[in-house]
């Protein structure tokens, strides 16, 4: 067990199985170090159910915040499939947070910290990152929020 397997699970986090892309393209693409993560929406909760809705509306910032970090760990599961190991990141280097809002709601960074806070909590300083955070009037099948990412990994 690596260390950040080893750090998921003192944080008692199990990943999910990576997503397959809804459409035609291409889950993750490498060039030389990095690694550029497609969208992904929310992995499902430990109840099976996923967040769906506009923030503002069918969800609060908090919630928005849970989906973000369901979020975050789809995007894990996705860099594990891609390396075979979590420890090859060496760093989070820029992410795009897009959600679904209200046209009136105005909180988006609070709503993609969820996955920034995941982030660092699994990977330290080396998960602090560039960040957009940005709403949108709908996302792909109405989930709440989608985040794509560029990673600096190890051979």
Excluded at 44 to 52: F, V
Excluded at 66 to 78: C, K, S, Y
């Amino acid at each position: 067990m690596g260390a950040v397997d080893a750090k998921l699970n003192e944080l008692g986090i199990t990943l999910p199985t990576a997503q397959a892309p809804a459409a035609n393209y291409v889950p993750a693409v490498r060039t030389g170090n990095l690694l550029f993560l497609s969208g992904v929406g929310p992995a499902a909760r430990p109840d099976g159910t996923t967040p769906e809705g506009k923030v503002g509306k069918d969800l609060s910032k908090e919630e928005g915040y849970e989906a973000a970090r369901l979020v975050g760990l789809n995007i894990l599961a996705r860099i594990k499939d891609e390396t075979g190991d979590l420890d090859k990141v060496e760093r989070v280097v820029k992410l795009l947070g897009m959600v679904n809002t209200t046209p009136d709601f105005s909180e988006h960074p609070s709503v993609i910290n969820g996955c920034s806070d995941l982030l660092v909590e699994v990977f330290g300083d080396k998960g602090r990152h560039a960040r957009s955070a940005v709403g949108f009037v709908s996302l792909p099948f109405h989930i709440p929020v989608e985040i794509e990412m560029i990673v600096q990994v190890s051979n």
